[in-house]
Every structure is written in C-alpha cells, then in structure tokens.
C-alpha cells in the first residue's frame, strides 16, 4: 500500500495484510522508536497505542525527532 | 508616536514596513521577550531582538563562556572566555542598542524559580540545550498562559515550534522526556553553527510577529529544517486532547523538575534522523 512518511510517498508491503506502528518503526529502520513521536492522519499517537494502530493506504505518517539541542 | 530623532533613524526601516509603521514599532519598544540560554539559539536572537528595539530582554543563563562555544555563539567573543554568558550577551546587546533595557539573569531555571521569571514577560523563547529544561519551560509556559517558542536543533537540523494559549503545545506533540541515552546532545553530536543561528533567528521572527499581531505564527505547524538539503518543512498539528499538561484530563498542575544531565547521552544509533 501506498502511504506519505515524512511529506515523501512509500509503498510497503505488510506481509500478513496488516501493519501496527511499532512493525513500520521496525521496517523503517528507526532503530530508537523511543526517539520519536509519531502522528498519524495529523493526530499524535500515544506510544501505548502504537501496538494496535494499524496504517492504511493513503495514511500521512510523521516521525517527529526529538531535538534537544540549543548549543547552549 | 513620541519617538526621538534617533529613534526614527535607528527604526527607520522597521518603521517603512506598511504591517510596521510607528505603531509597530511603539508594540516592539512597549514588550518584553525573555531569551532562555544565551547560546547558539539565543545569541542571534538576543542580537536581532536588541536591534529591533524590543524594549525590554531578559536573557537567561547560568554558564560560562568556553573556547568551543564560540564556533556558534556569536554574542560571545574571545576575550569573553570565562565570563558569564548573561552578563556577556547583555553588554553586547546594550553596545548594539543602548535604548533597551536589558535584563541579565544568572539563575538556572528550575520549578522553584521558573514562574516568577517569566511572569513579567510578553513572550518566552526557549533556547536551552536539554529536555528537563525544555519540558519544563512549556509546563511554565503552558500553565502560565504565556506564548513561547520551542526551538531544537541537532547536526544539520532544526525544529521549531509556537505556542499561544490554546494552540499544541510541545508535551502535545512530545508527551514525555526520551529515555536518557537515546537522543545525543551537540555536544556529542556536533552541530553546525549556522543551523544555530538560522533556527534562532526563526525564533527572534517569530516573536517579533507575534508582538506585532503580523503574519502567521508557527503555531499547530512544527516547523523541520534540513540545513543539508536546505529542505523546510511545516507539519500540521493540533492541540492534543490526552497532553498531561494542556488536555483534557491533565496530570500537570505546576512546572516539574525532571533530572537528566545535559551531557549525559549516549552516542549510537540516534545518528539517524530522516526528516
């Protein structure tokens, strides 16, 4: 299925018709989901719901990065 | 207006602006804005906000100013070394403009201190380089109802974020602390200056927009920068209704002190970041 991460168009295949968040972290190779807020469809996700939100086709997924730094 | 000759000049191509003019900048000489850490996000806009002729800055900070500090933090210079960076930044934004009144403050803002800081300002712009303090500023900011600007940058990439009461917050969007050890700081990941300084400068601008009442705040918009690509991009977003500090069933009633050392991340796999 065809879904926008970060502004860009991705297509991926789930391999059992179904993708959670955490198995698109995974497939994504973000190797620290801790290091990342994720928004679907415009609405921030709690990290608890990650397990049991699934993505469909046409999903506006964003990895939000924290950024900590102010080189202070 | 009640300017004085020098005012007129010195403000003359602010005061050119249609959406400026002498009200404007009456607004700008009449606010307050205070700059939380004067380093590489505060020292360009502690610069430009000084220029500007924003009436009253506080500026923040209870460090020094070290030799690697200075490849960024352009309010600092060399024979500066070893002074307070408060007391650096001020002198430098009173020579540039010596009709604001600059308030220097030596002080590391913590929950005991933090509400009484920010109480007498018009606008907050955090330019810290941790999440305790950046958390703990929007709690400030939040339950204050003060508007702020979220600034973070890291290697080749900023973020940037407005808040006015009512719009989402920072905890909206980044609910709690990361884990410790999982997002490198720059002092472990680098940074290059410039990122600094454009992203602090976003911030200066949008103070100045929001004291003006002008053009559209970042606010619901996370703005991403990628300073290798030279990519902006603006996210939408919105208030959310689960924030502990800002939703509906909050959890947050007064600003928290969370512990984790500035310096104390690890390296690793956090050096990925795709925007």
Redesign the interface.
């Known amino acids: 299925m065809k879904i926008i991460i970060n502004g860009k168009e991705d297509s991926i295949t789930p391999l059992d018709g179904k993708i959670n968040i955490n198995e698109l972290l995974a497939i994504k190779n973000v190797e620290m989901p801790d290091m990342v807020s994720v928004e679907l469809n415009e609405v921030i996700l709690n990290r608890a719901d990650f397990v049991n939100t699934f993505i469909n086709h046409g999903d506006r997924v964003e990895f939000l990065y924290f950024m900590g730094g102010g080189a202070a | 207006m009640d300017f004085t000759e020098e005012q007129v000049e010195r403000y003359s191509r602010n005061i050119l602006l249609d959406d400026v003019g002498g009200t404007g900048q009456r607004k700008l000489l009449d606010s307050s804005v205070l700059i939380i ?6 020292s360009p806009a502690a610069l430009y906000l000084a220029a500007a002729g924003v009436g009253t800055i506080g500026i923040v ?1 209870d ?1 020094h100013v070290e030799l690697s ?1 200075l490849q ?2 352009v309010i600092h210079f060399t024979s500066d070394i070893s002074r307070p ?1 408060a007391e650096s930044a001020a002198e430098k934004m009173r020579l540039l403009n010596p009709g604001v009144t600059v308030i220097p403050v030596m002080e590391r803002l913590m929950a005991g201190n933090i509400v009484s800081v920010i109480k007498d300002y018009d606008f907050i712009i ?6 305790p303090s ?1 958390f703990l500023i929007n709690d400030a900011c939040v339950l204050g109802g003060k508007p702020f600007s979220h ?4 290697r080749f ?3 940037t974020l407005t808040y006015v009461p009512g719009s989402a917050c920072y905890r ?4 709690t602390l ?2 410790r050890g ?2 490198p ?2 002092g472990e ?1 680098g ?1 290059l ?1 410039v990122v ?1 300084g454009i992203l602090g400068m976003i911030q200066a601008s949008e103070a100045l927009r929001y004291i003006l009442g002008i053009g559209e705040l970042l606010t619901n918009r ?1 703005l991403y920068m990628d300073q290798l690509t030279v990519e902006f ?1 603006k ?4 208030p ?1 209704p ?1 924030c502990p500090v800002c939703g509906e069933n909050r959890t947050i009633l007064e600003p928290v002190d969370y512990e984790q050392p ?1 310096c104390s ?1 690890k390296e ?3 050096a ?4």
């Open positions: 850490g004067a380093g590489g996000l505060g900070d460090d500090n960024r933090q960076k955090d330019g810290t380089d941790n999440f950046k600034g973070g940058i890291l990439y900023g973020q909206c969007l980044f609910q990361p884990p999982t997002v700081s720059c990941a940074i200056g600094a996370l991009r996210l939408n977003t919105k959310n689960n500035a991340l690793g796999p956090a990925k970041v795709n925007l």
